[in-house]
C-alpha cells in the first residue's frame, strides 16, 4: 500500500497544477495509525467536496469488545465518536485561502436522536471509520496542495488521535454512553411484555427550547406520572426508574389549550429513537413500530383501500384502489392510516391539531340531520375500536376539543399544567350521561394490500439519475419530488439522503410487476439489516451523509413517490 510519503510528495508535484490533477490523488495511504482513503476527488473547486475516509483498525483503536458487539451499543458508540470527531473537527477555525470550497472540512451533523450513520461506522473487528468531505482547495482552477497538506497531515491526524483511540477518551464518558443505549433497549424490549405502549419516565423534559431548537427548554415542568398508571423498571445500569406506562389500547390524552397535550405526544413520536444524555427524552421509549398519523392535504395516493373509512363517493370513485394526486384532508389521513396498518406499526399517533375533523368524529347533531347513507365517511371514532381488538393496533390521541371518544377510550389521560392525570373513571361515569346516539358501523373487511410495482424501464436506461433532498422536506429523484414534510417522525436531513438512495435502489432492482410494496420494503429492510446502508449505495465507495431510517419511514417514502408505477 502506499504511504502518506507517497501522498505527500504527490501533493507537493501537483501543486500549481490544474485542478484536475488532483484526481491522482485518488486511493488508500497508510498513516502511522489509520489508513487515510481518498474515496472521489471533486472535479472543480465549485463542485461538491471530494469525499474521504479514515480507517483505524481495531487494534489500533483500542475499543473493547463489549463496547460494540450488540448493535444498540455500537450504534450508541458511533454515535458518540462521530460527536467527538465532529467538535475536534469544528475547532479546526482554519480556512484554507481559495476559492470555491476550498479547505472547507465537514462531517455529519448530529442532533438530539441517536442514528446509524454512515459517516461513522464501526465494523465487526472493532474497526473505526470516518468518512467526510474536504474541500480540495485551489486559487481559481489553480491546485494549492500546501493547503490541503495542512488539512491531511497537520490537522486530521490530531482530529484522529483525540477522538477515535479508546486510550485517548474519558472512558467514564464512553461507558455512560454505552450503558444509556443498553438501558434504553431494555426499555424498549420491555414494552411489549408489558403490555405498553410507551414509557415516560419521571422527571423527563418534553417541551424543546423553541420552535427551531430541539434542545430540552430549560426551566420547564418535569414530567411525572399518574400514581395510577405508575410503572417501575429494573434498568440494567440506572437502577430502578419510574415513569408512565401507556397500556396498549386506546389512550385519549385530554385538557385545555396550551397544557401540554401536543409536547406530550410529539415527545412519544421522536420515543421511537434513542435520545442522546442531557436531553430530558433519555428514558422517554415508545414502541419502535409507532406512526404519527396525520391529514396531509394535496398528497397523492396510489391504489390504497381506503373503504374502512371512504365509501360510496358521489363521484362513484373506487375506493377499494382508491387513486388521486391531490387528496383531501379526509382521504389523506384514511389512507395514512391504511398505510401505516400496511406498514405493520402497532401504534398509532394522533393529534387533533393535525387532523381532518371530518374523519375523526361526527356530532350527533350532524348524524341525526344527514343519514349515514348520504356520508361517505366512516369516522376514525367508528373504527378505533375495531382497529384496537381485531388489528392490534393501539391509538394514542390527543383531543381537547371533543369528548366523544371518552366512550370509546380505554385510558383517559388529562394534561393539567402540563402534568398528566388520570381521569379515566372520573371521564367514563361523566360520558355515561351521554349515550353514543347511533348503531355502531358495520364491521369492516380488512384493507387489501396487494399493490404490485411495475418495472420503469426509463429511469433504468437513465445512466445518470440525480439523487438530492431539500432538509427534511422532500427528496427528489430526476424530476420527481417526493414530499416528505408531514411524514413528521423523520427527524434527520440525512434519513432523506438514504431514502433517496434506497428508493433509485428498488428502482433498478426490484420493481418487477411481482412483488408488492410490501415485499419490496421487506427485501430492502433485509438488505439494510445485513449490509447496511452500504448495502444499497453502489458506487465505488460508501459516501458519508446517510442516515438509517425505520421500516415505517421506506413505506412512507414510496407511498409518496408519484412515479412509482402500479
Ligand atoms: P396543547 O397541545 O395542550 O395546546 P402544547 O403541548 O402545544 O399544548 O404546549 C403549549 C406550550 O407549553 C408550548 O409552548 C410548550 O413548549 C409549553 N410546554 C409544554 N410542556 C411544558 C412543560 N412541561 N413545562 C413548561 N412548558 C411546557
Ligand atoms: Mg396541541
Given at each position: 500500500m502506499k504511504t502518506h510519503n507517497d501522498l505527500r510528495e504527490l501533493l507537493n508535484r501537483i501543486d500549481h497544477k490544474g485542478y484536475p490533477a488532483y484526481k491522482d490523488t485518488r486511493g488508500s495511504y497508510q498513516f502511522d495509525t489509520y489508513m487515510l482513503s481518498i474515496d472521489h476527488v471533486q472535479g472543480d473547486p465549485f463542485a461538491s467536496p471530494s469525499k474521504v475516509s479514515v480507517h483505524v483498525s481495531g487494534k489500533t483503536a483500542g475499543f473493547p469488545t463489549d463496547l460494540f458487539q450488540e448493535k444498540h451499543k455500537r450504534i450508541a458508540l458511533q454515535d458518540f465518536l462521530l460527536r467527538k470527531f465532529s467538535k475536534e473537527a469544528e475547532s479546526f477555525t482554519f480556512k484554507a485561502k481559495g476559492s470555491g470550497k476550498s479547505g472547507l472540512m465537514s462531517v455529519s451533523r448530529c442532533g438530539q436522536e441517536i442514528l446509524e450513520r454512515t459517516a461513522c461506522e464501526i465494523q465487526q473487528n472493532g474497526t473505526v471509520i470516518i468518512r467526510m468531505e474536504i474541500g480540495f482547495p485551489a486559487n481559481g482552477r489553480t491546485i494549492n496542495s500546501r493547503e490541503l497538506i495542512k488539512i491531511l497531515f497537520e490537522f486530521l491526524p490530531g482530529c484522529i488521535k483525540k477522538s477515535l483511540l479508546y486510550a485517548a477518551l474519558d472512558h467514564q464518558a464512553v461507558k455512560k454512553t454505552v450503558d444509556l443505549a443498553q438501558d434504553q433497549q431494555f426499555i424498549r424490549e420491555q414494552l411489549p411484555k408489558l403490555g405498553l405502549a410507551a414509557f415516560v419516565a419521571n422527571g423527563s423534559i418534553l417541551p424543546r427550547e423553541s420552535g427551531v431548537s430541539d434542545r430540552p427548554m430549560k426551566q420547564a415542568v418535569p414530567f411525572h406520572s399518574p400514581k395510577s398508571m405508575e410503572v417501575s423498571l429494573l434498568l440494567p445500569n440506572y437502577g430502578t426508574i419510574t415513569g408512565m406506562g401507556i397500556k396498549q389500547g386506546i389512550t385519549l390524552v385530554v385538557g385545555g389549550g396550551y397544557h401540554g397535550k401536543s409536547t406530550l405526544l410529539k415527545a412519544l413520536e421522536l420515543g421511537v429513537y434513542n435520545h442522546i444524555s442531557g436531553d430530558g427524552r433519555e428514558y422517554v421509549i415508545t414502541d419502535d413500530t409507532a406512526m404519527k398519523i396525520r391529514a396531509e392535504d394535496g398528497r397523492s395516493i396510489k391504489q390504497v383501500d381506503i373503504s374502512m373509512f371512504i365509501n360510496n363517493l358521489p363521484n362513484k370513485k373506487d375506493t377499494i384502489h382508491f387513486c388521486t394526486e391531490d387528496a383531501s384532508g379526509s382521504t389523506s389521513q384514511a389512507a395514512n392510516v391504511v398505510e401505516a396498518m400496511e406498514a405493520g406499526t402497532k401504534v398509532m399517533l394522533i393529534d387533533e391539531d393535525t387532523s381532518a375533523t371530518n374523519f375523526m368524529i361526527r356530532d350527533e347533531l350532524m348524524q341525526r340531520v344527514v343519514n349515514r347513507n348520504c356520508e361517505p365517511i366512516t369516522p376514525f371514532i367508528d373504527r378505533v375500536q375495531e382497529i384496537s381488538q381485531q388489528y392490534h393496533i393501539s391509538t394514542i390521541l390527543v383531543a381537547g376539543s371533543s369528548g366523544s371518544y371518552f366512550h370509546k377510550a380505554d385510558c383517559i389521560i388529562q394534561m393539567d399544567h402540563y402534568l398528566p392525570k388520570d381521569i379515566t373513571e372520573f371521564a367514563k361515569k361523566e360520558s355515561d350521561a351521554f349515550p353514543i346516539p347511533n348503531e355502531p358501523a358495520p364491521l369492516a373487511s380488512a384493507p387489501s394490500l396487494d399493490r404490485m410495482v411495475k418495472p420503469d424501464y426509463g429511469f433504468k436506461k437513465n445512466d445518470r439519475?440525480?439523487?438530492?433532498?431539500?432538509?427534511?422536506?422532500?427528496?427528489?429523484?430526476?424530476?420527481?419530488?417526493?414530499?416528505?414534510?408531514?411524514?413528521?417522525?423523520?427527524?434527520?436531513?440525512?434519513?432523506?439522503?438514504?431514502?433517496?438512495?434506497?428508493?433509485?435502489?428498488?428502482?433498478?432492482?426490484?420493481?418487477?410487476?411481482?412483488?408488492?410494496?410490501s415485499e419490496t420494503v421487506k427485501e430492502l429492510c433485509r438488505l439494510l439489516d445485513k449490509k447496511g446502508l452500504a448495502g444499497v449505495c453502489e458506487g465505488s465507495y460508501v459516501p458519508g451523509g446517510l442516515a438509517m431510517v425505520r421500516k415505517q419511514e421506506i413505506f412512507a417514502c414510496l407511498n409518496r413517490y408519484r412515479s412509482l408505477k402500479l
Open positions: 439519475i440525480k439523487l438530492k433532498t431539500q432538509g427534511k422536506d422532500s427528496v427528489l429523484i430526476n424530476r420527481d419530488i417526493i414530499d416528505l414534510r408531514y411524514v413528521e417522525q423523520l427527524s434527520d436531513t440525512e434519513q432523506l439522503v438514504s431514502l433517496g438512495y434506497l428508493v433509485k435502489y428498488a428502482q433498478l432492482h426490484m420493481f418487477d410487476g411481482k412483488k408488492t410494496i
